[in-house]
């Protein structure tokens, strides 16, 4: 089994971009984050076309998440709880046993903002979701845009990002209360030591060479199935090609 996930930055101006990544890997999975359409507008034809299945929830401009499969799931549902602005940030389908789990998490703005405590609150409430909807035995895969870098090897220059809501010491704590569920981040672990980033900032000229940028996308799994990992890794060539997201695609295989 091939999953990945893809921030895609607005999936209709993207849309080739996603659907020639779907034609060239293959994978079984895709998770895409910051679709920004709302459903009547997502270009479901493209996909079903190619033989895809998809399910997406999202809203116009903004958030947005999709999961494109080559199997319809058995179940899917949207959101946290009972908040419906969740709706757009998180996709749970369920393929047989494995619950896969994709999710846009807040990025924060600045930590003295309220979005950044309601970040690390969001989080607190995705340990809650796990915990009482999928329990701690069941074969998970939480995918997504999670908007923290783990450790200084995830981000360039990270004495300069202590400030950063992407990086500040709270919400790398609160991450990883998060995978005490008993989460393995797939890349890190068949990847100990390998300096690679799946966010390049827009901002600056992209050169991978220089090694200017963010790991804030994973595939984590749970227990049972992060045993049968055997590869993971991420693609930078959508990066350098016209019209790209500033986020790479992020794979993990798995023998299941």
Known sequence: MKIA?????SVRSRLDVVLRWLADHDPDILCLQETKVQDVDFPVAPFTDAGWQIVYRGEKSYNGVAIISKKPADDVSF???TEPA???RLAHARFGDIHVVNTYV???????????????????RLKRYFEKSIGANAPLLWCGDLNVARHPIDVSNPQTKLKHVCYHQTVRDTFED?????FTDLFRHHNPDLVDYSFYDYRAPFNPDQKRGWRIDYVLATPSLAETSTDAGIDIQPRSRPKPSDHCPLYAVLKV
């Open 79 to 81: 959101g946290l709880d």
């Open 178 to 182: 998060i995978l005490s569920f008993g």
């Open 86 to 88: 969740d709706g757009p």
């Open 5 to 9: 996930t893809f921030n895609c930055n």
């Open 106 to 124: 807040p990025q924060g703005r600045d930590i003295e903002h309220p979005m950044y405590a309601y970040k690390l609150d969001w989080f607190a």
